[in-house]
């Protein structure tokens, strides 16, 4: 059985349908509960059931992140960065907004959830 919980969020998922009904009904007692059906979306997670189990995806995220980053007019690349570059710290000019920055470099990271792919250069950009 997993149950994931986020504030006041909470997935109680399992293969044993009984089990997990068990713990609703436990949990039921001590705190307000409501059952919102099936899940589809959770913290900028989507969920689809597919034939042999689940697929999860960030693709309403990335979209969002996109959007609100104003990078919707940015060249496509299939390899985000050579694994080989080198990034060194006296190169280049200070940012005059580092916040911008940080907060893209966060949801970059988030987004490495369902995107492994692109974990090696967020990894480096977030140094």
């Not at 470099?105 to 995107?115: D, K, P, S």
Request: glycine share 8%; proline share 2%.
């Amino acid at each position: 059985m997993i149950v994931l919980l986020y504030v006041d969020d909470m997935i109680i998922t399992g293969n044993d349908e009984g089990e997990v009904a068990k713990l609703r009904a436990e949990l039921s007692i001590r705190f307000e509960m409501r059952d919102l059906g099936e899940l589809n979306h959770f913290l900028g997670l989507e969920v689809e059931k597919v034939n042999d189990g689940i697929f999860l995806s960030q693709k309403g995220y990335a979209k969002k992140l996109i959007e609100r980053f104003g990078i919707n007019s940015s060249k496509l690349c299939s390899t985000p960065l050579d694994a080989n570059i080198k990034i060194r710290r006296k190169e280049g000019k200070l940012l005059s907004d580092p916040h911008h920055y940080r907060a893209l470099v966060g949801n970059l990271i988030y987004l490495t959830i369902t995107r492994p792919d692109i974990a090696f250069s967020v990894g480096l950009v977030s140094r």
